[in-house]
């Protein structure tokens, strides 16, 4: 069985651009998180999904929005990024949201 | 807000001596759950404790949660070289939102 996948692994945008992140959780698994790292801190948490609905959301400005799709894949967007959005991007399944989280390898994004 | 803290920051043992990494939440948790983050990778699930007062072993990796479900503790018995790594606790208080520790970062002296 596939894992978690997200893509791409690692991208490099320039202040002001809009950058998605996507996504495809493990097969069976209806929610996905997304969870955003800085060097040397613990996952911060942005959004949760469960069949296709917002559950939860950090806090985090509205210039990060998410989106589940029908077969549960999900992107993660961020608008107007700032040098302080640079950070490696995690993507999270599970079967309910609160069972244990199965981790994709991440998206490492940096802000120029 | 729901926080989750963790101490400490850092531990360096030498190799087969234990190691213990402590977390407290500031609301009731449903259940609390365990990862383990090497250098370079990504957070990956040990375990998921949900009953007041419960303990879980794996190994040599024993996990307690509290009796008022508010903290928790990894304890690691005679590490190994393959311990190394960050352990953090993720706290799920069914507000649909898991928040996760800062973090332990375990360093071992072969």
């Known amino acids: 069985d596939a894992g978690v996948t997200q893509s791409p692994t690692h991208l490099i945008k320039t202040r002001g651009q809009h950058v998605t992140l996507r996504c495809s959780p493990i097969?069976?698994?209806?929610?996905v998180s997304w969870y955003q790292q800085v060097l040397g801190q613990g996952p911060q948490f942005i959004f949760q999904?469960?069949?296709?609905?917002?559950?939860g959301r950090g806090n985090f400005p509205d210039r990060f929005s998410a989106r589940q799709f029908p077969n549960y894949s999900s992107e993660l967007n961020v608008n107007a990024l700032l040098l302080g959005d640079s950070a490696l991007y995690l993507c999270?399944?599970?079967?309910?949201?609160?069972?244990?989280?199965?981790f994709g390898s991440g998206t490492r994004l940096t802000v120029v | 807000g729901q926080q989750v803290m963790q101490i400490p920051q850092y531990q360096h043992v030498q190799e087969g001596e234990d190691f213990t990494t402590y977390c407290n939440s500031s609301?009731?948790?449903?259940?609390i759950q365990w990862y383990k983050q090497r250098p370079g990778g990504h957070p990956v699930f040990l375990i998921q404790l949900v009953k007041s007062g419960e303990v879980k072993k794996q190994k040599r990796l024993t996990f307690q949660f509290g009796e008022a479900k508010k903290n928790s503790s990894l304890h690691i018995t005679a590490t190994q070289t393959t311990d190394v790594g960050t352990y953090f606790c993720a706290g799920d208080s069914s507000a649909s939102k898991i928040i996760f520790g800062s973090g332990t970062r375990l360093s071992i002296r072969p």
């Open positions: 999270a399944s599970s079967l309910t949201g609160h069972d244990g989280y199965t």
């Open positions: 999904y469960y069949e296709k609905e917002e559950r």
């Open positions: 097969s069976g698994h209806k929610s």
């Open positions: 609301t009731t948790l449903s259940n």
